[in-house]
Every structure is written in C-alpha cells, then in structure tokens.
C-alpha cells in the first residue's frame, strides 16, 4: 500500500495506519470467518434446494412408474374381464344346446317309451311271448290282466292264453299274489255246490286265505245267495287274509297262471 506521510502528523498518521492496519488486520481477520460462513449457508442451501429438487424429481418418477403400473393392470384387468364374459357366453351358448339335446332326446325316450308299449302289447295279444307280457314265480308265470272281465269271461281269456285262473297253493304264492297290490279274479268258485269251494282245476280247496268275516255269500252288502267266485282283494291289511267272495257277474281284474 502507498503510504503518504504528512510532515506534522507522521506519528498521527503512523498511528492511524497502524490503527487501521491493526482494524484491516482485525476486520480481515473478523471478515475472514463471516464469508466463510456465507460461503458454507449458500452451499448448504444449494444443496438443501438440489436435495429438494432431486426428491421431487424421485416423487415424480415414482408418482409416474406406479401411476404406468396402475394402468397395466387396469388394462390386464379388462381383458380378463373380457376373456371371461367371452368364455360365460360360450358356456351359456353350449348350456343351451345341451338343454336342446336333453328336451330332444327325453321326447324322443318317450316316443320310443309309448311305441315300445304299443308293441309290446301288441305281441301279449298275439303271440303270449315270454318274459315280456308275464312274470316269473318259483317257475311258474303269470300274467296280469289290464281289463276288467266277469269271472267267467276272465277264465275264458287265460284258456286262450294257454293258461288257468291263478290256483293259489301256499303262502308264498299268496303273498306274492298280495305284492301285486292289485283286485283280481282267483280261479275259485262255488257255484257247482253253495260252500264247497273248488280250483278251476277241480281240486279241492285245502289252505284258504279269506278276508275277516268271509266268505259271507253277499251278507251284510248284496242279496245272500249271490256270492260264487273268489277274488283277491288288497283292501284286506292282512296278506294272508285277503279273498273275498263275490258276484260272479261283478267286473275284476283277473290273474292267469302257466307252468311252462
Ligand atoms: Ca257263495
Ligand atoms: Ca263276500
């Protein structure tokens, strides 16, 4: 530094100088401290704002990476969706069909049901075939009438069949009758003797299965006297108490047996 030294105040000047040499020394040394402090605050602050930046910067990306996440699966979401209402249409449309083809074929099951019985009928008149139109009992067959005939004309019919009115010989035979669950014609009468009943077969009657309070000849309902043929009636609880006496002229079912 130039140093201008006046004649009457060298000390003065001596003195300032160095005063204000000692106050730069001092200031600098006081100054020294403070730029450095601001030095340190501005870089602080740069780094605090570059700091705030990049964790911006970090939010942002991430917002976007689970906002592109979000979609992807929003888009996956709809076409699983999609495949799905495709596959429940598929399925509804074969459901459908399948429900067509059941309607289809249970009328065409019963087509053949109705044609098969008329068939099969048809061969019970005609031909008698076996096992067809008859059941099988202890080796014996037997068929079941689905008409309703007087005694005598039901014991005509199971002559031209080939057969007799059902002769009941014991008490399986009876309860196999009763399983039948049907009112039929036995091929039992006594309108040769009044109370001696016989077989169509003209064998005697030796095991007998009458119902409670018969055979009663039409006491207590008809004309006494007017009762001659027995029948086999499931209104009785007990099965081996089921036959009953009646008109002969009266309309049943009827039961014819073969031993074939
Ligand atoms: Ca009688
Ligand atoms: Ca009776």
Partial sequence: ???????????????????????NSVEGRQ???????????????????????????????????????????????????DQIKTSNNRLTEAKD??????NRLTEERDQLQT????????????TQTYPHCWIEFNSNWYYVSNEMKTWEESRQDCLRRGAHLVIINSKEEQKFLVGLNKRVWIG????????????VDGSPLTTAYWGRTQPD?????????????????????????KWNDLSCNGKNSWICEKVV
Wanted: proline share 2%; charged share 25%.
């Fill in 188 to 199: 039992l009468t006594d309108r040769e003797e009044e109370g001696t009943w016989t077989w």
């Fill in 115 to 126: 044609s098969n019985n008329i068939l099969r009928e048809s061969l019970c008149t005609q």
């Fill in 217 to 241: 000849d039409g006491d207590g309902f008809t004309k006494v006297g007017t009762e001659d043929c027995a029948e086999l009636n499931n209104h009785y609880s007990d099965p081996l108490n």
């Fill in 1 to 23: 530094m130039a140093r201008f030294v006046r004649r009457d105040e060298p000390e003065i000047m001596e003195v300032n100088e160095d005063h204000v040499m000692r106050a």
């Fill in 31 to 81: 100054q020294a401290p403070q730029k450095h402090e601001g030095k340190l605050y501005r870089l602080v602050l740069v780094s605090f704002g570059l700091l705030c930046v990049t964790q911006a910067a970090l939010n942002i990306s991430l917002r976007l990476i689970l906002y592109n996440s979000d979609v992807q699966k929003l888009e996956l979401l709809k076409m699983e969706r």
């Fill in 97 to 102: 069909q399948l429900q067509t083809s059941y």
